[in-house]
């Protein structure tokens, strides 16, 4: 999964609260610099990218719990099917629930 944060420390934040309930296995964290537009504004922010490793039949309940606890009105969460080498879809599988 990619997610944004405002800062290193909301995501550092989210990403511990998403390992203590075991929905994720990993979560690798990027500074970024976004531009957007929002509201009818060109917007420029320094945010922070997560990388969040997982199951595939976990995303539905991590998207939601995402959407709990993220600060964002419309927080960027997007997802897609999670493939890899074998020893490590198996490290994945056997750290979350």
Known sequence: MYVTFPSEEVAKEIVR???A???IACGN???ISSLYSWEGQMQEEKE???HLKTTN???PGIRARLIELHPYEVPCIVDWAMDG???YVSWVEKSVR
């Open 17 to 19: 609260q998403l390992l």
């Open 21 to 23: 309930e075991k929905l």
């Open 29 to 31: 964290l990027f500074p």
């Open 48 to 50: 922070i990218a997560a």
């Open 57 to 59: 039949t976990l995303i």
């Open 85 to 87: 080498n074998e020893r």
